[in-house]
């Protein structure tokens, strides 16, 4: 029978490269979330009151979403990092809330035109990719047998 050293010896270098660098992408996403929810002046600063006011309008479905989508994202790194079946769970939930997140910012919200601009929508765009790149690997990982 394998010991648990075995099991995470025959890991492949790649899982903790995509775990850690993940880990560190989507602990940017926490710290802005929690940032942003507890209203910290200093991270805020640079916001104009109109953003602000954007912000702090959000409905509570949104405020879900994007727990959802942040929270998902951490905790999907944090299971590859554990070779868990369960990231490919968390990184569905994550995208989900990206998918709500992102109809409410563009299709139903009136998102301030100074947070509509190119660099907005390319880092919109990163997220996209992040996400559904993290959720590929997840998937594939579970069905080479890596994450159990």
């Known amino acids: 029978m ?3 050293d075995d099991a995470v010896a025959r890991r492949p270098w790649h899982l903790w490269a995509v775990g850690v660098l993940s880990l560190i992408w989507n602990a940017g996403g926490a710290v802005d979330y929690v940032m942003t929810k507890t209203h910290n002046a200093a991270y805020l600063a640079n916001f104009t009151p109109e953003q602000l006011a954007w912000f702090d309008s959000f409905p509570p479905v949104m ?7 942040v929270w998902g994202a951490v905790l999907g790194s944090l299971l590859l990092l554990l070779a868990n079946r369960w990231a490919v769970w968390a990184f569905t ?9 992102t ?3 563009f299709g139903v919200s009136a998102m301030p ?11 919109t765009a990163a997220l996209w990719i992040g996400a559904v790149l993290l959720l590929w690997y997840a998937i594939r990982m579970r069905a080479c047998g890596v994450l159990r």
């Open 2 to 4: 394998a010991s648990d």
């Open 63 to 69: 405020t879900v979403a994007w727990a959802v989508g």
């Open 93 to 101: 939930a994550s995208l989900a809330g990206l998918v709500i997140g």
């Open 103 to 105: 109809v409410y910012q």
């Open 113 to 123: 035109a100074s947070l509509n601009t190119p660099a907005g929508m390319a880092f």
